[in-house]
């Protein structure tokens, strides 16, 4: 049976993006592997969150993660600042990272053009802390979105690099997993990049009807092919794409059909997508709503998990400090 952990950052509500990129795969795969999932709250910490939003978003993704069809039963489901030996592990992994491989890293090159104020350690080291959630508990496959492909190939340089240093056959090499298909990049709304949190394009799970519609209409559109079966510029091809994932594949095949002659009307085409997204993601946003008001539950879940998520992370963590040499006199 493999081996799988996947996280997504509580740095607010989860969007289309996570649950297409990420999410949706967890669900599908609980039932026919060891799965782990988390609520990756320390990698939030990099943008400086107050108490009170940080503990408050960790409860909601906690409850979109259950609304979504986690079965807290069945996975292991926990918050990542309940799991000690995570962040052990992260700095034993911190002492064979180089400063080099980590300044390259693609996203934090991003965070050091976007915010040149904020550039701080954890962001240098998210790689690594990423690793840690990662291998602590020798995972096989990880469910993410197309943006974490660099992030994984770093975890298996930090997982090959320890079993060739230590020469032990310890680590698996993980993979990035969506079922035999490309990883996934939704788009945003605003017609170019990927839907995100910090992009500020993103349609929430937890959005009502009416905030869906809105968003969708003021999507960036153009005034329409001039020639049958154009190129679709990249802010009308996002539409299709989000349209894709969403919609009946018999809708999306009638709106290709109006673009590819040339009779295609944006209006109709977005409210279309409004309105199946709001099909898609009211009754989990119910389901939100009710588990969010259900503390005890909650409670219990995160309980549960981190007992589950611990067993498996101190085996690893003691195995990991005696190969490095920790050992009893
Ligand atoms: P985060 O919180 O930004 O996103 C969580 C998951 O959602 C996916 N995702 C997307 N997929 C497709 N299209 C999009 N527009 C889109 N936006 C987000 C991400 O690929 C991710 O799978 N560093 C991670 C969290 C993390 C983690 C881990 C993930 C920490 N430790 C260990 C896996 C394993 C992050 O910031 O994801």
Not at 135 to 141: E, F
Not at 151 to 156: A, I, K, Q
Request: hydrophobic share 35%; proline share 5%.
């Amino acid at each position: 049976m493999d081996i799988v952990v996947s996280g997504i950052r509580s740095t607010g509500k989860l969007h289309l993006g996570n649950y297409f990129g990420a999410l949706q795969n967890f669900v599908k795969m609980q039932h026919e592997n060891h799965c782990y999932f988390f609520i990756a709250d320390f990698h939030s910490l990099t943008t400086h969150p107050t108490p009170q939003d940080l503990h408050g978003s960790v409860k909601q993704v906690l409850a979109e993660y259950l609304a979504c069809g986690l079965d807290p039963e069945v996975a292991t489901l926990y918050v990542q600042s309940d799991i000690p030996e995570i962040p052990q592990l992260y700095l034993l992994l911190n002492m064979n990272a180089y400063m080099g491989e980590l300044e390259r890293c693609t996203s934090f090159k991003d965070k050091v053009r976007t915010q040149p104020n904020n550039v701080n350690a954890g962001l240098l080291t998210y790689p690594t802390l990423m690793a840690a959630d990662i291998i602590i508990h020798k995972a096989h496959k990880v469910p993410v979105g197309k943006d974490q492909e660099q992030h994984l190939e770093m975890t298996r340089t930090f997982a090959n690099r320890f079993n060739r240093l230590y020469n032990v056959d310890y680590f698996p090499e993980p993979v990035p997993y969506n079922f035999g298909k490309q990883l996934v990049k939704i788009p945003g709304l605003d017609g170019s990049g990927k839907m995100g949190k910090s992009e500020g394009n993103a349609i929430y799970l937890a959005d009502d009807a009416e905030t869906i519609r809105k968003k969708v209409m003021r999507a960036v559109t153009d005034s329409g092919p001039t020639a049958p079966n154009q190129k679709k510029p990249e802010a009308i091809q996002n539409l299709y794409t989000l349209m894709g994932v969403v919609s009946q594949p018999d809708t999306l095949k009638y709106y290709e059909e109006q673009y590819n002659n040339c009779t295609i009307r944006y209006g109709d085409m977005k409210k279309q997508l409004a309105e199946d997204i709001i099909a898609f993601t009211s009754p989990i946003r119910e389901r939100i709503e009710a588990i969010l008001s259900d503390n005890e539950y909650l409670r219990r879940v995160a309980k549960m998990g981190a007992e589950k998520a611990r067993q498996s992370a101190s085996k690893t963590l003691d195995e990991v400090r005696h190969i490095i040499g920790f050992r009893e006199f």
